[in-house]
């Protein structure tokens, strides 16, 4: 800047005025590209920010999504298990053969116990309340996740919808059956139950009465059912949660 105005006082000593104006407009250019460039670096500097900004948001959501999928085949996986045990114990009760599949209906209890999917959506909020969320609108990428959380709500409404029908069901069974009888049985060593009292045929027939209850049969014929709709939306779930990955490592070049 010294030798600028120096520059500028010896060609204003000189009375060179026509030097001087285009010494002033270069020198005016030169400002303004200097600042343009500079304008230009922050801008860069601010658009690698938020690459990598949204990279780390799009890099938590495929961590998410992909526990999301090892749950959901875990709870497939369950889910089947009862389900095909449930379907036997429906067949047993249509040829009456309870009594013969006695092992059968005990097991089939399973279809009383509670199992939720729990996604982690942390990942996908955290994008949503973001600055950066803007720059997946309308995308490949928007599209599949809201299809996949709406999907989520869904399957959670079934979950619960069935969950508190079973709950509801054990909850008047318990209010008409002492089910000490059912629980040593299930619960207790053989050789133990075999030091009792009581004989083996009654722990037998406590549970051919349980089981014979309307309560008992709606919810493993309900099971039977309702557990291969929610497979069927498990597996649509994880089709979409690796669409998502596919599409996150698209975006982000991994």
């Known amino acids: 800047m010294k030798l600028f105005r120096k520059i500028r006082h010896k060609l204003i ?8 104006l285009k010494y002033a407009l270069g020198e005016i250019v030169l400002v303004v590209i200097g600042i343009l ?9 601010q658009s690698i920010k938020d690459k990598d900004s949204l990279h780390e948001y799009l890099t938590k959501i495929k961590s998410h999504t992909a526990e999301d999928i090892e749950q959901l085949a875990g709870l497939t996986k369950g889910r089947k298990q009862i389900s095909d045990i449930c379907k036997e114990a429906r067949n047993s009760i249509l040829n009456k053969t309870e009594k013969e599949n006695l092992f059968l209906f005990k097991v089939s209890g399973a279809a009383f116990a509670d199992f939720y999917f729990k996604p982690n959506s942390g990942g996908y909020e955290s994008l949503k309340n973001s600055e950066f969320y803007g720059k997946i609108n309308n995308t490949k990428l928007d599209s599949l996740l809201a299809k996949y959380h709406g999907l989520v709500d869904i399957i959670a409404e079934n979950e619960r919808n069935y969950n508190q029908y079973a709950v509801y069901q054990e909850n008047y ?6 089910r000490s009888l059912m629980l040593a049985s299930a ?31 709606n919810v493993i014929s309900l099971a039977a059912w309702q557990f291969d709709t929610m497979i069927e939306q498990y597996s649509e779930l994880t089709e979409l949660g690796n669409l998502i990955i596919e599409e996150i490592n698209t975006t982000t070049g991994d």
Do not use: C
């Not at 000593?13 to 001087?20: A, P």
């Not at 069974?173 to 002492?178: I, N, V």
């Not at 060593?189 to 009465?209: G, I, N």
């Open 173 to 178: 069974l318990d209010s008409q059956f002492d």
């Open 187 to 217: 619960f207790m060593p053989l050789d133990s139950l075999a030091t009792k009292a009581t004989p083996q045929s009654e722990y037998d027939q406590a549970f051919l009465e349980f089981t014979a209850e309307p309560a008992f049969r």
């Open 37 to 45: 460039i500079a304008i230009q670096i922050n801008n860069w500097n």
């Open 13 to 20: 000593l000189d009375n060179k005025k026509t030097q001087y």
